[in-house]
């Protein structure tokens, strides 16, 4: 079964400074890995998706990640934090097997962004 | 495209009593998801569709929730009677199938509501 970890229930930052969101991921087969983020009172927005082409993928608003399969990890990174970063980031990934169109959740990282 | 829409955006109710979430997805996706968001468990996927059909329920708590999809247009989750451990965020998203002129890329992507708010006392 596929799994996601998220190291870290809450990140702060200052604004200016590097943000590093950390995503493991536990999958039997090649994974679909996502980032989404979820602004206060909103749904989910896809920031990223990794769908076994590039490692290194690139999303919305200057945040990238890469796949890393030795380490099974897809980090977030951005390099330089807004103050409309501050949000909740989600991992998640696609359940294998034909048919299956699930994602699971990681259970999240609050980022905070200090002026 | 408008998005996903959901209604009501929030909901109080007392204990007890029957609650009806409304979604409305993209126009053209064949999957339809249900989700629920609380502080203590995260995020959980209750039910999703495919072509209107339901194809996993195993993430419904109890009998008490009830999910339908009469059309490719509309979906309702029905909780009866309410209690207050179902208080949450609950979200619908929808998503592309594999179909003709489909990338990988774009259906395995899920478009989210704003979310319902439910709140029951």
């Known amino acids: 079964a596929q799994s996601v970890t998220q190291l870290g229930s809450h990140v702060s930052v200052s604004e200016g400074a590097l943000v590093l969101l950390r995503c493991n991921y536990s999958s039997s087969v090649p994974p679909y890995l996502f980032w989404y983020v979820q602004y206060p009172n909103q749904g989910l927005q896809l920031l990223l998706k990794y769908t076994s082409a590039a490692t290194l993928v690139k999303g919305i608003n200057g945040f990238e990640a890469e796949f890393k399969k030795s380490e099974t990890s897809f980090h977030l990174t951005k390099p330089s934090a807004h103050m409309s970063d501050a949000a909740e980031y989600f991992c998640a990934v696609k359940h294998s097997g034909a048919g299956s169109y699930q994602l699971t959740f990681g259970k999240g990282t609050k980022l905070s962004v200090i002026p | 495209d408008a998005g996903v829409i959901q209604s009501p955006r929030h909901e109080v109710t007392e204990m007890g009593q029957e609650v009806t979430l409304r979604c409305k997805p993209i126009s053209g996706h064949d999957y339809l998801f249900w989700y629920r968001q609380t502080m203590m468990r995260g995020l959980e996927l209750l039910i999703y569709f495919n072509n209107n059909v339901p194809i996993d329920d195993s993430g419904m708590p109890e009998d008490r929730f009830s999910a339908k999809m009469p059309n490719a247009s509309f979906s309702t989750l029905k909780i009866q009677p309410s209690e207050p451990r179902d208080s949450a965020v609950y979200f619908c998203?929808?998503?592309?199938?594999?179909?003709?002129?489909?990338?990988?890329?774009?259906?395995?992507?899920?478009?989210f509501g704003p979310g319902t708010r439910l709140t029951v006392l």
């Open positions: 998203a929808s998503s592309l199938g594999p179909g003709q002129g489909t990338s990988i890329s774009s259906y395995n992507e899920q478009f």
